[in-house]
């Protein structure tokens, strides 16, 4: 059943063809140096772009997959969370792509899309279900930071989220405070790997709560108060790496305690975790530690696969119609986004 997916949920416009569990062709067309400008996602552009590049990178996904619009049998897009008017862009191309070629449209939970995304392996990649188990979900990205119980496949529960800054926008606030270029993760990452992360204590906020949730405010404050009274330090290069060592040092910390935590409470022997911030090298090294020494299987999504992209989302729409669920209704404005 080849299936167009399409995916404009912020900054990255992509459009995949899947076909029976493989990933036929995943193009994606970034916006980062578009943005690095202003530092930040500015959504009018972003909209701009999208509504520019969406036509020419879904031609070029069915030219990959060497597949014509009448060769399709669905067409999938990111209903939300994310930017209204980028998701805009995405959600009424695939509508009006539907209704042209009589074809089922269904929406996909970007969110969603990640939390199976590590399921997806190999070269071309392919959902690899078939060796599916029960797991706690880390999903960790620019606007979400969250843990999942998945008891079986599109059965799963929340457990804990973000109370206000996720991990991702905490990396890049943190770079800014820095002066380093956005996007501020992977800056912080690269210069981190020359660090020594125990050279400034920063707060590890909630850690000892007992409870899933995140919250990064307050960890992007106390950096912001101490470079007040230290203003040097982040103009010095042989302290800078320090500094990123340590704030990136408390981020990961928080994050793979409560995962770990979470996965031996609710009993399972697999952790997964996907999202934009799971590409940061520190966490996927220490995770797989932790796991190692837990005792638990990892599952980590393909660093390709990490950042936004429609093969996530085609992957995840091809097993909501196999389990019958019903089509979206072609309809106007953007469908709201069901939560995990």
């Given at each position: 059943?080849?299936?167009?997916?399409?995916?404009?949920?912020?900054?990255?416009?992509?459009?995949?063809?899947?076909?029976?569990?493989?990933?036929?062709?995943?193009?994606?067309?970034?916006?980062?140096?578009?943005?690095?400008?202003?530092?930040?996602?500015?959504?009018?552009?972003?909209?701009?772009?999208?509504?520019?590049?969406?036509?020419?990178?879904?031609?070029?996904?069915?030219?990959?997959?060497?597949?014509?619009?009448?060769?399709?049998?669905?067409?999938?897009?990111?209903?939300?969370?994310?930017?209204?008017?980028?998701?805009?862009?995405?959600?009424?191309?695939?509508?009006?792509?539907?209704?042209?070629?009589?074809?089922?449209?269904?929406?996909i939970?970007?969110?969603?899309a990640?939390?199976?995304?590590?399921w997806?392996?190999?070269?071309?990649?392919?959902e690899?279900?078939?060796?599916?188990?029960?797991?706690?979900?880390?999903?960790?990205?620019?606007?979400?930071?969250?843990?999942?119980?998945?008891?079986?496949?599109?059965?799963?529960?929340?457990?804990?989220?973000?109370?206000?800054?996720?991990?991702?926008?905490?990396?890049?606030?943190?770079?800014?405070?820095?002066?380093?270029?956005?996007?501020?993760?992977?800056?912080?990452?690269?210069?981190?790997?020359?660090?020594?992360?125990?050279?400034?204590?920063?707060?590890r906020?909630?850690?000892?709560?007992?409870?899933?949730?995140?919250?990064?405010?307050?960890?992007?404050?106390?950096?912001?108060?101490?470079?007040?009274?230290?203003?040097?330090?982040?103009t010095?290069?042989?302290?800078?790496?320090?500094?990123?060592?340590?704030?990136?040092?408390?981020?990961?910390?928080?994050?793979?305690?409560?995962?770990?935590?979470?996965?031996?409470?609710?009993?399972?022997?697999?952790?997964?975790?996907?999202?934009?911030?799971?590409?940061?090298?520190?966490?996927?090294?220490?995770?797989?530690?932790?796991?190692?020494?837990?005792?638990?299987?990892?599952?980590?999504?393909?660093?390709?696969?990490?950042?936004?992209?429609?093969?996530?989302?085609?992957?995840?729409?091809?097993?909501?119609?196999?389990?019958?669920?019903?089509?979206?209704?072609?309809?106007?404005?953007?469908?709201p986004?069901k939560?995990?």
């Amino acid at each position: 059943m080849p299936l167009l997916a399409v995916e404009t949920s912020c900054d990255e416009t992509s459009g995949a063809v899947v076909d029976n569990g493989r990933v036929l062709a995943n193009v994606v067309s970034s916006q980062i140096k578009l943005h690095a400008e202003y530092g930040g996602v500015v959504p009018e552009l972003a909209t701009r772009e999208h509504l520019r590049n969406l036509l020419p990178v879904a031609r070029e996904a069915l030219q990959q997959s060497s597949l014509a619009t009448t060769d399709l049998d669905a067409i999938a897009a990111t209903r939300g969370p994310g930017l209204p008017p980028a998701l805009l862009i995405g959600w009424t191309a695939a509508q009006a792509a539907a209704y042209s070629l009589n074809l089922p449209l269904i929406g996909i939970n970007h969110i969603e899309a990640h939390l199976y995304s590590p399921w997806i392996t190999g070269e071309p990649p392919s959902e690899n279900f078939d060796a599916f188990e029960p797991n706690v979900s880390l999903i960790v990205s620019g606007g979400h930071t969250m843990l999942v119980h998945v008891r079986s496949l599109l059965d799963h529960t929340v457990l804990g989220s973000t109370l206000d800054d996720a991990a991702g926008e905490c990396f890049d606030k943190i770079a800014k405070l820095l002066g380093l270029a956005y996007p501020g993760g992977p800056e912080i990452d690269h210069l981190a790997e020359n660090g020594n992360p125990a050279a400034h204590n920063f707060p590890r906020p909630l850690l000892d709560r007992p409870n899933d949730d995140f919250s990064f405010s307050g960890l992007k404050t106390s950096v912001r108060y101490f470079l007040d009274k230290n203003p040097k330090l982040k103009t010095d290069a042989e302290e800078l790496p320090h500094l990123c060592a340590s704030a990136q040092a408390a981020i990961v910390d928080v994050l793979i305690k409560k995962t770990i935590r979470a996965a031996n409470r609710e009993t399972v022997n697999c952790i997964t975790a996907s999202g934009g911030v799971t590409c940061n090298r520190s966490l996927r090294k220490q995770l797989a530690v932790a796991c190692e020494k837990n005792g638990l299987q990892l599952r980590l999504a393909p660093a390709n696969l990490c950042t936004d992209n429609a093969a996530m989302i085609g992957i995840l729409a091809e097993q909501k119609l196999n389990a019958g669920e019903n089509p979206a209704p072609i309809e106007t404005g953007i469908m709201p986004a069901k939560g995990l």
